[in-house]
């Protein structure tokens, strides 16, 4: 009998395999997506630890604005925050205003498997207690999934400085339903939604005075102990960070 012999794929083979799957052509487009499962898009829920609340945000009050021309020309990354709160109001403002160009873009009914769903890691939120949310859009609603403090977060960010911002939004989708609907397409189109929602997100606050910055987001091994989160049927695909900007540390001396 004769031994098989495979030859091992550089780096940039595998690269070019995975992105020679996930490109689509004309036929591609024009293909419709499968319907839903059975049961409709799935929901991200909590593991129990707190039994689940709902705590409706008011309407947006009125709020100074800053220009596009401004927002563009002090925009930066910012990954240290002062201790001030975020507003509820400018939170949930932002939050809609997201989702609201995704579904302009991508029509739901169409592209129900890769729409994200928004998770708000709320620590300094006027009018949310400490906890991890999702945010339900149309009815401006937060669902308490878990109970976390600073150091829950801490555990969960590669990035420890990001623990301190006043709030994250986790963009989370469920890479199982993509691939049903739209084959290793919909792969694709599930973390290009996430990451249009989070920059959305962050420019959004912007206009109202807050910074911020986007990252990968939180760590699967962290955020599983909070919500059900598999990685596959539900995960957490990208992320921003959103509070006041604070001055950058200083470095010690060598």
């Known amino acids: ?91 949930t403002e932002a939050l809609r205003s997201a989702l609201a160009a995704d579904d302009d873009l991508w029509p739901s009914a169409l592209e129900w498997a890769t729409r994200p769903q928004l998770v708000v890691a709320a620590l300094r939120v006027v009018g949310l207690s ?52 739209r084959g290793d397409h919909g792969l694709r189109l599930l973390h290009l939604r996430a990451g249009s929602v989070c920059y959305s997100t962050l420019l959004a606050a912007s206009f109202r005075g807050l910074t911020g910055s986007v990252f990968a987001g939180f760590l699967p091994s962290g955020l599983r102990h909070h919500v059900v989160a598999d990685g596959y049927h539900l995960s957490q695909v990208f992320a921003v960070a959103l509070g006041r900007a604070s001055a950058y540390p200083e470095t010690p001396p060598v």
């Open 1 to 91: 009998m004769s031994a098989v012999v495979t030859t091992p794929r550089s780096g940039s083979q595998l690269l070019a395999e995975l992105m020679s799957a996930v490109r689509t052509d004309r036929q591609d487009v024009h293909r419709p997506p499968l319907p839903a499962r059975e049961g409709g898009p799935r929901t991200l829920g909590g593991r129990g630890l707190v039994s689940p609340v709902r705590l409706t945000a008011g309407h947006p009050a009125e709020l100074p604005s800053r220009s596009l021309d401004e927002v563009l020309e002090r925009r930066r990354s910012e990954r240290f925050f002062t201790d001030e709160p975020v507003g509820l109001e400018v939170l």
């Open 130 to 181: 400490p906890g991890l949310y999702r945010f339900e859009a149309p009815t401006s609603t937060y669902v308490l999934l878990a109970e976390v403090d600073r150091d829950a977060v801490a555990q969960m960010v590669l990035q420890v400085e990001y623990a301190d911002a006043p709030v994250i939004v986790a963009a989370v989708g469920s890479p199982a339903d993509a691939v049903h609907s």
